[in-house]
């Protein structure tokens, strides 16, 4: 018997050898193989019933040693297989600390959104109150009330989608300032940006794009009011040497009317691309409130003047980034808009 145990202890060490580079079960294999239920050392205490009663002490002995040194055996190596496993779990989840980070890509503001964006900011720094008003406008508001009656002529310059013969999709923001004076009293100050829509498409027009319109109107406000105004505006939006000019224009809903022209930021006014030579950049129409419009409105024009204006967004947007073709602005691929990242 004695022999046998030796055997035993031999076969455990070269076993357990084996296992060293192995795995956790395969040791959990050869544990049972010797000490579980039916295994060899549990074989062992029962063998010892046909030990002779005098021999049985010392053989007890020998067998509960060989026991616990098998117990310890496979502790031990249950152990050392333990920090193997997780020495290589480690390494394969070792994170590079010095690695560079893998940013998660973030959307920007569209070129039109911003210049909206600078232009509210600029003119709410000046006191004005923003209004947003609908985009499926009635004709009064959009044409009548702004002195544009039914046949007139100046209903051609703005190719209008008719929804049924009384709504329309606006053409122009300017039918907020309608809607403004209807329902507050002078003083007014206010910006109204937003969509509008007119059949026409090619580089520099688009059938959907956005508007901003201005309107103050109080007690002595002149044409000075407004081009000190839009000084401020083209100084902010611009270069602080940018300069205005007014050119007499007609639009039915001022009078006078005028167009205004920025000193190209490009080249100071000596002419370049950008300003097609001339110095000068056209970027809105403005003008005088006229007294219909202010009668239409219930403001008495002998007692109040305004004036307003109107400018597109996007062709903002194209002179101050340099974009020739405005379809570019509607296309949303991700170089161009990329290329507005703060
Ligand atoms: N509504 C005009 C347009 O769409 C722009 C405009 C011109 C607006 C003169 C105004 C203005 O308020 O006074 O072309």
New binding site residues.
């Given amino acids: 018997m004695q022999e046998h145990i030796e055997r035993i202890r031999a076969d455990i060490a070269a076993g357990i050898e084996k296992v060293k580079d192995g795995t956790r079960q395969e040791l959990f294999e050869l544990k049972m193989k010797y000490l579980g239920k039916t295994g060899e050392i549990s074989a062992l205490s029962k063998g010892m019933r046909d030990v002779p009663a005098e021999q049985r002490p010392a053989m007890g002995k020998l067998v509960s040693e060989v026991r616990a040194w098998a117990e310890e055996q496979f502790d031990q190596t249950e152990a050392l297989l333990k920090k193997k496993e997780l020495e290589a779990r480690y390494k394969s989840e070792r994170i590079d600390v010095t690695m560079p980070a893998r940013f998660a890509e973030t959307g920007t503001l569209h070129p039109v959104n911003i210049v909206k964006k600078e232009i509210i900011e600029c003119f709410e720094g000046m006191g004005f109150d923003i209004y947003e008003g609908p985009e499926i406008e009635k004709d009064y508001y959009n044409f009548q009330a702004?002195n544009i009656p039914a046949d007139h002529p100046a209903r051609d310059?703005?190719d209008t989608f008719f929804i049924t013969g009384e709504y329309l999709l606006r053409?122009?923001?300017?039918s907020g300032?309608i809607r403004v004076m209807e329902n507050k009293k002078p003083p007014i100050k206010i910006l109204s940006p937003g969509r509008?829509y007119r059949s026409d498409s090619d580089a520099t027009h688009s059938p959907m794009f956005h508007?901003m319109?201005?309107?103050v109107v109080d007690k002595g406000i002149t044409l000075c009011d407004l081009k000190g105004i839009l000084d401020e505006f083209a100084r902010r939006m611009f270069t602080k040497e940018t300069k205005t000019r007014l050119r007499p224009?007609y639009?039915p809903?001022?009078e006078p009317?005028?167009e205004v022209d920025l000193s190209c930021h490009n080249c100071g006014g000596k002419g370049c691309r950008i300003c097609k030579g001339t110095g000068w950049i056209e970027i809105?129409?403005?003008?005088m409130?006229n007294r219909r419009v202010l009668e239409n409105c219930g403001i008495d024009p002998d007692e109040y003047t305004g004036?307003?204006?109107?400018?597109?967004l996007e062709r903002i947007a194209m002179i101050k980034y340099g974009i020739n073709d405005m379809r570019y602005l509607f296309e949303n691929d991700v170089r161009l808009l990329k290329q507005f990242k703060d």
Wanted: charged letters at 5%; hydrophobic letters at 45%.
């Fill in positions: 702004l310059m703005q053409s122009q923001t300017s300032q509008v508007q319109e201005g309107l224009s639009f809903f001022t009317s005028v809105l129409g403005a003008g409130v004036f307003a204006f109107g400018m597109g």
